[in-house]
């Protein structure tokens, strides 16, 4: 019930901003953020598709080291090994995320 009132009150915030664009001032903002949003978004894909690119060739890039590490740990019991944040695509992409923010931890990337 809480969650239908909430996206009722956002289309009803939505439906109000629509009845804004005949203001003299507010009509001009509105349709400026628009656009603005349009760009906003276009960026965020592009970022988005260079993000995925970059964690594809991380991810061939370490995958020798990510299955070396998992033969390691299954075959000689050495479980104190570091996983690698690049092993994997999923991983890859979750370290280059977070790395855009700099919360990354380095020694992740280091072999050993």
């Known amino acids: 019930a809480d ?8 289309v009803v915030f939505i439906r109000a901003l629509s009845l804004f664009i005949y203001n003299r001032f507010l009509g001009m ?3 400026s953020i628009g656009r603005m949003a349009v760009d906003i978004m276009k ?3 592009l970022d988005g598709l260079i993000l ?10 370490y995958w020798f080291y990510g299955t070396m590490h998992q033969y390691l ?3 000689y019991s ?6 690698l944040s690049c092993s994997k695509l999923l991983n ?8 855009g923010f700099g919360i990354v ?4 990337l280091e072999l050993k």
Do not use: H, K, P, R
Not at 52 to 61: E, P
Not at 105 to 108: G, I, K, Q, R, V
């Open 3 to 10: 969650a239908l009132f909430s996206i009722f009150t956002i």
């Open 29 to 31: 903002l509105l349709i």
């Open 92 to 99: 890859s992409l979750q370290s280059l995320f977070w790395a």
């Open 43 to 45: 960026f965020v894909v």
């Open 52 to 61: 995925f690119a970059f964690a594809l060739g991380l991810s061939q890039l």
């Open 105 to 108: 931890d380095l020694s992740t």
């Open 73 to 75: 740990c299954s075959n």
């Open 78 to 83: 050495q479980s104190n090994l570091q996983a």
